[in-house]
């Protein structure tokens, strides 16, 4: 079974860093582009960051450039999210989300989500 | 970067209704266009891509149009575990944006 597996989010101060994983199981993790997404309370969903299979490519939302970073491990089947410098909007629930194209390169187009970690950002 | 909206931002229907969902970007988008639907406190789940293939498992009476600009989503005959919030998305290309939502319930 395709699973993606959150984990890192908890309660941290204005101006803190946080670092979050996304363990995969159940495909070839290399083959896909991965990305984080998130929500916030009540709202609509927001892109946060891809990354392509290779990891060679990383994109991102304009809100969190500068500020976040994306990274993979391959051997590890797992993907990252460095956030540093965490805002109060920052507050969301952050999902992984598996490329839906079997290609190495970013569609970002999701066919298979964790179930989320929760990152508040409050003082 | 593209942005996009949706239409109606919530509706209520009846069971057994015909309902429409209609998302625009800003630019065009070929048919680089995605639906999913969210049950409330659940995850995202991919109905459509390509702007009309139904994704795997996903019952026909759901079926989406459009290319370009314009899109729509359809469910044939609402059924009770169809209310959801439902989000267009536009893809292929950085940065993937998100509609802002179109909440459907049971009248």
């Known amino acids: 079974e395709v699973q993606l597996l959150e984990s890192g989010g908890g309660m941290i101060q204005p101006g803190g860093s946080l670092r979050l994983s996304c363990a995969a199981s159940g495909f070839t993790f290399s083959g896909y582009a991965i990305s984080w997404v998130r929500q916030a309370p009540g709202k609509g969903l927001e892109w946060v960051s891809g990354i392509s299979g290779s990891g060679g490519s990383t994109y991102y939302a304009d809100s969190v450039k500068g500020r976040f970073t994306i990274s993979r491990g391959n051997s590890k089947n797992t993907l990252y999210l460095q956030m540093n410098s965490l805002r109060a909007e920052d507050t969301a629930l952050y999902y992984c989300?598996?490329?839906?194209?079997?290609?190495?390169?970013?569609?970002?187009?999701?066919?298979?989500w964790g179930q989320g970690t929760m990152v508040t950002v409050s003082s | 970067d593209i942005q996009m909206t949706q239409s109606p931002s919530s509706l209520s229907a009846s069971v057994g209704d015909r309902v429409i969902i209609t998302c625009r970007a800003s630019?065009?988008?070929?048919?680089?266009l995605a639906w999913y639907q969210q049950k409330p406190g659940k995850v995202p789940k991919l109905l459509i891509y390509a702007a009309s293939t139904l994704q795997s498992g996903v019952p026909s009476r759901f079926s989406g149009s459009g290319s370009g600009t314009d899109f729509t989503l359809t469910i044939s005959c609402l059924q009770p575990e169809d209310v959801a919030t439902y989000y267009c998305?536009?893809?292929?290309?950085?940065?993937?944006?998100f509609g802002p939502g179109t909440t459907v319930d049971i009248k």
């Open positions: 998305q536009k893809y292929n290309s950085a940065p993937p944006a």
């Open positions: 989300a598996k490329d839906l194209a079997n290609s190495s390169w970013f569609s970002g187009a999701f066919d298979i």
């Open positions: 630019q065009g988008i070929s048919n680089n």
